[in-house]
């Protein structure tokens, strides 16, 4: 029983700090823009969670980013003009997901490997991520983005994927593969202590 306890209470600890993490993070972005692109390291933080501890960890450090973007991010305020419901319901469901799915796929892989899963982790997360942001646009905004000025599918499309996520998601993406061998360092390193 004692044994069983420690180890929650190791869990619950790691998941306050990578809490605490997120927020940072996110808050940092949201205040510090780099132009063209925020600099969104969120996402490590969720694959390192989502590896440790469960994808139901992953889904609460997603679902705590997308709290964040809500209450913090200057972007979000013209969404939330539109279609303050589907503003909320398009945020929090793309970090509960990437968070939640990072944690199956690597539950599902680590039998394969840590390196193997650890990878495929921090590769899905920001696809989820993007991915749900894209199909958000596409079912809520479109006659958001219209108002803008930005007609026709191809115009749409390219604002989308190229102005509003490319950039983003690239950076996401690179860096979470070139941080996944980090990533495998410090799960090896929590499997070796517990």
């Given at each position: 029983m004692k044994e069983n306890t420690r180890f929650n209470t190791r869990k619950l600890v790691l998941l306050a700090l990578l809490t605490a993490i997120v927020i940072i993070l996110q808050v940092l972005a949201a205040v510090l823009p780099v132009y063209p692109f925020r600099l969104n390291?969120?996402?490590?933080?969720?694959?390192?969670?989502?590896?440790?501890?469960?994808?139901?960890?992953?889904?609460?450090?997603?679902?705590?980013?997308?709290?964040?973007?809500?209450?913090?991010?200057?972007?979000?305020?013209?969404?939330?003009?539109?279609?303050?419901?589907?503003?909320?319901?398009?945020?929090?469901?793309?970090?509960?997901?990437?968070?939640?799915v990072t944690g199956f796929i690597y539950k599902k892989l680590e039998e394969k490997g840590m390196t193997i899963a650890a990878i495929a982790a921090a590769a899905v997360c920001p696809i989820v991520n993007t991915g749900i942001f894209i199909a958000g646009m596409y079912i809520f905004f479109i006659p958001l983005l219209n108002e803008w000025g930005v007609a026709g599918a191809s115009d749409i499309a390219s604002f989308i994927f190229l102005g509003m996520v490319g950039f983003n998601f690239i950076f996401e993406f690179a860096l979470n593969i070139i941080l996944s061998p980090s990533i495998v360092r410090l799960i090896q390193y929590n499997r070796s202590k517990m």
């Open positions: 390291l969120v996402l490590v933080p969720i694959v390192i969670g989502a590896a440790l501890i469960s994808p139901l960890a992953g889904a609460w450090l997603g679902l705590v980013f997308g709290g964040v973007v809500l209450v913090s991010s200057p972007d979000v305020i013209p969404f939330m003009t539109y279609s303050p419901l589907a503003t909320v319901a398009v945020i929090l469901a793309r970090g509960l997901l990437a968070g939640s």
